[in-house]
């Protein structure tokens, strides 16, 4: 759809539809209705839609320094949203009323009501190609795929995010019950998260892109993970987990920004939309590690063990990147930033 009817209207349908789904999902009784409305959810990609945006904007031959700083600060309202979404929640049950349906209806009408404005003011207008050699087709994606930059980004790209989302998809089941009885909790959380990511972005990574290169950078990145997971293995307690999840969000910000910078450059400005599709499959995918790693090794809420396989798929990707990851040894520091116009 982006590379088909542009990135915009795209936005506007995604938007919809998330919404109708997050408004009603709540008020359903059938359980087979329940399942057909499940499948609404494939709209739900608004990071995949800026993701092409941005590299529509830059392009192809654009700079990668800025397209790298674009993408890293994605990060910064989904860590955000993903630490104060669950508080929020918590609030509304609490404030305005006990049941989830409210609650869930409640979202739906503040998703359209909010995001709809933002998109017809705010993103920009990419032109679109309506005809139909420019409906994405298998051929096209494994044409992609042939290319081994391309193909390796998306293999780092589960690496990063894979143990990552792990850790962080249970960590969030166990203090879920926590915030019932001190929601403040989740507050500071969210704080933290969005002050380690805005540190990232502001301050760490344009000193760090003056001296190291992509490569350089997303070794890096899986150094700081792994440092997080040997912390996290030793200690469960909340207060240390403000500890160690920064360091989780600063090296995944770094890690997916350079990786997402890399696959989107690898593709001409006509097929943005299917690469940003590629690297949401590839996070996808890396989120099934979630199910495998928790469900095989972990018994109940333990999470010693993971924070153990997360640090050894971490460890094994270092020489992996090392190997076949010398196509990102172009230095930032030797590339001009180029100034576009967005309109």
């Known amino acids: 759809m982006i590379d088909t009817i542009g990135g915009r209207k795209t936005a506007i349908v995604s938007t919809i539809i998330v919404g109708f789904y997050q408004t009603f999902i709540g008020r359903l009784e059938d359980y087979y209705l329940f399942a057909g409305f499940q499948t609404l959810l494939m709209f739900n990609h608004m990071p995949t839609i800026v993701e092409a945006l941005i590299g529509q ?23 955000i949203a993903f630490a104060l979404g669950p508080y929020l929640a918590v609030q509304f049950l609490y404030v305005v009323s006990p049941t989830l349906m409210a609650s869930q209806t409640a979202c739906g009408i503040v998703h359209l009501f909010v995001l709809l404005p933002v998109i017809f003011f705010m993103l920009p207008e990419q032109s679109s ?3 139909l050699k420019s409906i994405p087709s298998f051929g096209a994606y494994f044409e992609m795929l042939r290319d081994t930059k391309f193909l390796w980004s998306l293999i780092f ?6 143990p990552y989302t792990a850790y962080d998809q249970i960590v969030r089941t166990l203090i879920a019950s926590r915030m019932l009885s001190e929601p403040n909790d989740m507050a500071k959380l969210a704080l933290l998260l969005g002050v380690a990511t805005l540190i990232a972005n502001l301050f760490i990574l344009p000193r760090l892109q003056q001296r190291f ?8 990145s899986l150094v700081l993970l792994a440092a997080s997971y040997a912390f996290l293995s030793q200690f469960n307690e909340f207060g240390y987990l403000m500890i160690g999840m920064p360091l989780q969000i600063i090296g995944v910000c770094i890690g997916v920004g350079q990786l997402s910078a890399q696959i989107m450059s690898a593709v001409p400005r006509s097929h943005m939309g299917k690469a940003a599709a590629m690297n949401r499959i590839a996070q996808l995918a890396a989120a099934t590690m979630s199910p495998l790693i928790t469900g095989y090794y972990i018994d109940t809420y333990e999470t010693q063990l993971l924070c153990y396989v997360s640090l050894g798929v971490t460890i094994c990707a270092i020489p992996l990147v090392h190997v076949y990851g010398k196509f990102m040894q172009r230095h930032f520091v030797n590339l001009p930033t180029v100034k576009h116009a967005y309109d």
């Open 57 to 79: 904007m830059i392009g192809e031959d654009g700079d990668d320094k800025e397209r790298t700083k674009l993408m890293m600060r994605l990060t910064i309202p989904l860590s």
């Open 129 to 131: 190609n309506k005809s």
């Open 157 to 162: 790209v589960v690496l990063v995010t894979g």
């Open 213 to 220: 290169g992509p490569q350089q950078l997303l070794e890096m």
